[in-house]
């Protein structure tokens, strides 16, 4: 099974804040992502938090990271209608070629 | 500075044939990996190379092969093709430090579609 955990489905109305949660296992993960989806497209990093921080913001994007609790989230502001897709978040564990584990992804459906 | 590409963009193969996928590294990225991704999941991590060596493997059959060249563009061969085999293959390039902090960066895919 996936080591890395998303909830499926979000929907938000535009304008809104979106929260992406994400779960994972791997204790020794350095490096913790996010990348978007868009229907026939590959993905697209949006943005990236190291293990030993906690917050992260760029722009309209906040990462918290919960490392005690192995928990991830990604917080969009003023969500567009452009932010629906489907949204990825991923681990790096410690080993030296960097293999990314993801999960199974949210799709995010913003509504007017 | 170009980003990652891959060609072909579709690809519609029949079972037990063979397949060959190609990338092009982003400019500067010494390190490229690949990922399979079935419709409805996250991409799963096939192998690594680093300077023309495979670097690293995912729970992926000897079936499945690559190559990186030294301008740092890559193959990904698959053979005896089987229906499971569809879906998008993704490859990803990044610059290898000393220190893992090596972002990857994805291109486009290639949808493979096995009959």
């Known amino acids: 099974g996936e080591d890395v955990e998303q909830s499926l489905f979000l929907s938000v109305r535009e304008g809104d804040s979106s929260v992406i949660n994400c779960t994972y296992t791997d204790s020794s993960s350095t490096y913790l992502y996010w990348y978007k989806q868009e229907p026939g497209a590959g993905l697209q990093l949006l943005t990236y938090?190291?293990?030993?921080?906690d917050m992260k913001q760029d722009q309209r994007l906040t990462v918290l990271l919960n490392k005690k609790d192995k928990h991830l989230s990604l917080r969009i502001a003023d969500t567009q209608t452009g932010d629906s897709a489907i949204y990825f978040c991923?681990?790096?564990?410690?080993?030296?070629?960097?293999?990314?584990?993801f999960g199974a992804g949210t799709q995010v459906v913003v509504t007017p | 500075e170009t980003g990652v590409t891959q060609s072909p963009t579709h690809l519609i193969k029949t079972r037990g044939q063979q397949v060959t996928l190609r990338c092009s590294s982003q400019?500067?990225?010494?390190?490229v990996s690949w990922y399979q991704q079935a419709l409805g999941q996250g991409p799963q991590f096939i192998f690594q190379y680093y300077r023309e060596e495979e670097n690293g493997r995912g729970n992926f059959p000897p079936r499945f092969s690559g190559l990186q060249f030294p301008n740092y563009s890559s193959e990904l061969n698959v053979n005896a093709l089987e229906l499971d085999d569809s879906a998008l293959y993704l490859c990803?390039?990044?610059?290898?430090?000393?220190?893992?902090?090596?972002?990857?960066?994805f291109g486009p895919g290639t949808r493979l579609t096995v009959l």
């Open positions: 991923a681990e790096r564990g410690t080993d030296s070629w960097g293999k990314l584990q």
């Open positions: 938090i190291f293990s030993n921080m």
């Open positions: 990803a390039s990044s610059f290898r430090r000393v220190h893992p902090t090596d972002t990857q960066y």
């Open positions: 400019s500067g990225h010494n390190t």
